[in-house]
């Protein structure tokens, strides 16, 4: 900055110093000359009156005399400058300052300018310098006339002296005028650019800092004019460059962190797959790391050709693809892939893959096929059967009244199971709604297995079946009573139902940290070890046969699960084929 500054401040001196020497020498030369003028024309003035002198006493005689140079001393002696008598045809006759012989030596004066002018009849004059002398000498030429024409010219000269002391003087002068306009100018200058460098100094800073990034910083106006007006365009240059990279900033803030919380995995590449960039969720997706992955190949952090085949497929098509997968390497699942290609310029310059893992989807949605076809299957082998029989007996089967009673009993049974499948489902789904009620309560267990055993005891009665109610005795918990009720009561009617006669169903109950939990034992049947961590799927059923022959819907264990889960429990069974069943669940107390 300091050597632009001194550069303009140069300038400045120069262009002041030019400007007052230019005006300087025109001023002393106008001055020159009319002091040249004035000069001249007293010594022109002067000469003329000792030439008019001259010519007076000179006799038309004089001329050819001998004594002509005597005159001429005398009379250049009185009038006190150098007399040359010149004659009419140039011939110089006499001069004050040489003698007769001199003269002789002296060439003719006819066309010296002062002389030729003198010849004409007009008074002239000449300024210029003495070949002999070397001085500037002003001559001037008479013409001195006998009866009415030119007979000689009287030369005068005078040293212009005085003209030279006065140009000497005008030059010292100047040249003290010169020095002073270097001083001034130098001093305009400095106080002119000092005026400058002021409001230029904080332009320059705010432009470094602008320049280095600071947008937020703002030049200080207290100046005027051009530089005011330079300030404040900066400035508000600056204002602008400073909302705009607050909205892109904004922007980029956004958008990362939309990048990392995305649900779906998302990973950029360059044109050759090698990825730019992946969000968290993919990391998570294929268990990789950002870090470890940037500048390498697709196929190289995700080992399956499925995936980076659809990345090329995107950058060679230069269009959207999609696609689901089913991986088994690196990981399981399946994927659903959309790549599309990002453009700069026109050219393909990499590719943006979202990933989605739709494995849980797909196997919820196989669950409803496989719940519906379980459904339908359940519901259709009761109405076949009380179809069939409706029809034998329409056929006339009903005319057979031991046959016939035989058959309402099986459309009877049949009818119940369609009811029981129905009740089973319309508590499941109740049970699975949003809008489900848990009403909790204080619940003494003891208590109320008591009175829900009461209750069954003619279920029990008819098997043969005993209760042993061994939960101890002042344990309460907070829940639905009614729900809570339906847990039992499937739980005790299974050990019932998958015992021998005479069963011995003992429930008992610990106390957990913060829960309690209540467990169901039974000697009965028992359940294949293939088959336990099954029992609790809707439908399923570890002994189909027995199952629909005792009545059952294979949704008793779904509904005890999801209504002890959706008191914050969990449930869970053990059991040895022969030897009996232990199901127990807790609850939060
Ligand atoms: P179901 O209506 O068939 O009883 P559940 O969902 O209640 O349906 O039970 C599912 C299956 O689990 C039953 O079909 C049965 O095979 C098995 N199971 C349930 N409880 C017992 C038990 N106490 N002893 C042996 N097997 C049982």
């Known amino acids: 900055m300091d050597g632009l500054f001194k550069t303009f401040r140069s300038?400045?001196?120069?262009?002041?110093?030019?400007?007052?020497?230019?005006?300087?020498?025109?001023?002393?030369?106008?001055?020159?000359?009319?002091?040249?003028?004035?000069?001249?024309?007293?010594?022109?003035?002067?000469?003329?009156?000792e030439a008019s002198l001259v010519?007076?006493?000179?006799?038309?005689?004089?001329?050819?005399?001998?004594?002509?140079?005597?005159?001429?001393?005398?009379?250049?002696?009185?009038?006190?400058?150098?007399l040359t008598i010149i004659g009419a045809d140039g011939r110089v006759l006499a001069d004050?300052?040489?003698?007769?012989?001199?003269?002789?030596?002296?060439e003719n004066h006819r066309h010296r300018p002062e002389v030729a002018g003198a010849l004409g009849g007009?008074?002239?004059y000449d300024l210029r310098r003495s070949a002999t002398l070397g001085k500037v000498m002003l001559y001037a030429a008479?013409?001195?006339?006998?009866?009415?024409?030119?007979?000689?010219?009287?030369?005068?000269?005078?040293?212009?002296?005085?003209?030279?002391?006065?140009?000497?003087?005008?030059?010292?002068?100047?040249?003290?005028?010169?020095?002073?306009?270097?001083?001034?100018?130098?001093?305009?200058?400095?106080?002119?650019?000092?005026?400058?460098?002021?409001?230029?100094n904080k332009i320059v800073y705010g432009s470094k800092k602008f320049a280095a990034g600071d947008f937020s910083y703002r030049i200080q106006k207290d100046f005027h004019g051009e530089m005011g007006k330079l300030a404040e365009t900066l400035n508000s240059m600056a204002a602008a460059v400073e909302e705009n990279l607050r909205r892109v900033e904004t922007q980029s803030q956004q958008l990362s962190a939309a990048f990392a919380n995305m649900a779906e995995g998302v990973l950029m590449t360059g044109p050759d797959t090698r990825i730019t960039a992946l969000n968290p969720a993919l990391e998570k997706l294929f268990s990789v790391k950002e870090a470890d992955s940037l500048s390498r190949p697709l196929l190289e952090v995700i080992p399956n050709a499925g995936v980076s085949g659809i990345c090329a497929r995107a950058?060679?098509?230069?269009?959207?693809?999609?696609?689901?997968?089913?991986?088994?390497?690196?990981?399981?699942?399946?994927?659903?892939?959309?790549?599309?290609?990002?453009?700069?310029?026109?050219?393909?310059?990499?590719?943006?893959?979202?990933?989605?893992?739709?494995?849980?989807?797909?196997?919820?949605?196989?669950?409803?096929?496989?719940?519906?076809?379980?459904?339908?299957?359940?519901l259709k082998t009761p109405l076949t059967a009380i179809r069939g029989y409706v029809e034998t007996l329409l056929e006339g089967a009903i005319d057979d009244k031991p046959d016939a009673m035989e058959f309402l009993g099986v459309i009877h049974d049949q009818s119940r199971r369609l009811d029981n499948i129905v009740s089973d489902l319309l508590k499941l789904s109740s049970l699975e709604s949003c809008a489900v009620e848990v009403r909790k309560e204080d619940v003494a267990l003891r208590e109320f297995l008591d009175s829900l055993v009461q209750g069954l005891s003619s279920v029990f009665k008819a098997r043969h079946a005993a209760v042993l109610n061994n939960i101890p005795p002042g344990l309460v918990v907070k829940a639905d009573p009614e729900k809570l009720g339906q847990v039992f009561i499937n739980l005790l009617e299974n050990s019932v139902k998958f015992s021998p006669k005479d069963a011995a169903v003992e429930v008992s109950a610990q106390t957990l940290p913060g829960s309690v939990k209540v467990l169901v034992k039974d000697n009965g049947i028992g359940i294949p070890q293939e088959h336990l961590p099954r029992v609790f799927e809707r439908f399923y059923r570890a002994d189909k046969a027995r199952s629909r022959e005792m009545g059952g819907t294979g949704l008793g264990l779904s509904i005890v699960k999801h209504v002890v889960e959706l008191h914050g429990g969990t449930v869970g069974a053990e059991s040895a084929v022969g030897l009996g069943s232990v199901f127990w669940f807790t609850i939060p107390k």
Request: net charge positive.
């Open 11 to 49: 300038r400045l001196f120069l262009s002041y110093l030019t400007l007052s020497a230019a005006v300087l020498a025109a001023v002393f030369f106008l001055v020159y000359r009319s002091l040249e003028g004035t000069e001249l024309s007293a010594l022109k003035f002067k000469l003329s009156e």
């Open 55 to 82: 010519s007076a006493q000179l006799r038309s005689g004089d001329l050819a005399s001998p004594r002509i140079n005597e005159l001429a001393h005398s009379l250049g002696a009185k009038v006190r400058s150098r």
């Open 96 to 106: 004050s300052e040489l003698d007769a012989a001199g003269v002789k030596a002296m």
């Open 122 to 124: 007009e008074a002239s």
């Open 142 to 200: 008479y013409p001195v006339s006998f009866g009415g024409r030119t007979g000689a010219v009287a030369r005068l000269a005078v040293t212009a002296s005085q003209l030279d002391a006065t140009r000497l003087l005008l030059k010292k002068a100047l040249g003290a005028a010169l020095l002073l306009a270097l001083l001034l100018s130098f001093f305009l200058s400095l106080s002119v650019s000092a005026g400058f460098s002021r409001p230029f």
């Open 315 to 378: 950058l060679s098509g230069r269009r959207p693809v999609s696609s689901e997968l089913e991986l088994s390497t690196p990981v399981r699942g399946i994927f659903s892939v959309n790549a599309s290609p990002l453009f700069s310029g026109g050219a393909v310059s990499g590719c943006l893959m979202v990933v989605h893992d739709v494995t849980e989807v797909r196997r919820l949605e196989a669950k409803r096929r496989d719940f519906v076809a379980n459904v339908s299957h359940e």
